[in-house]
């Protein structure tokens, strides 16, 4: 898939879409999903154009690899979670339900989330 510059973060990336920030520096922005799916729910994107977390290994620099890791954890930090848990999900492709072609991870925490998966 390549990679849509008009995508939704691509747009709060360049400052096109306001976006209700948790955390910034030079590697990452989070900010609070505007659609939760628990009380504390917060997306983590990586300033660059990576579709998936393929291309982002593939092809970030060493520097942005470390630095966007770096910034998921000080972001759950930062919000008091690592004492009663979040979990951390990125969706990939049509399968996974990835809504915006950009990479992002969801930290989702503030109560019992159940099993991963129903079966």
Request: hydrophobic fraction near 40%; charged fraction near 20%.
């Amino acid at each position: 898939m390549a990679y849509d510059q008009n995508n939704i973060f691509a747009m709060i990336l360049r400052g096109d879409i306001p976006c209700d920030k948790v955390y910034e520096d030079e590697f990452a922005l989070a900010f609070n999903d505007i659609n939760p799916q628990a009380p504390i729910h917060a997306l983590v994107i990586p300033k660059g154009e990576y579709v998936s977390m393929a291309d982002f290994s593939a092809n970030a620099p060493a520097e942005l690899l470390n630095g966007f890791f770096r910034a998921v954890g000080q972001t759950a930090r930062n919000l008091g979670l690592e004492k009663e848990g979040y979990r951390l999900i990125a969706n990939t492709g049509e399968n996974a339900h990835q809504e915006v072609p950009h990479l992002h991870f969801h930290i989702l925490s503030g109560k019992k989330l159940g099993p991963m998966l129903t079966r």
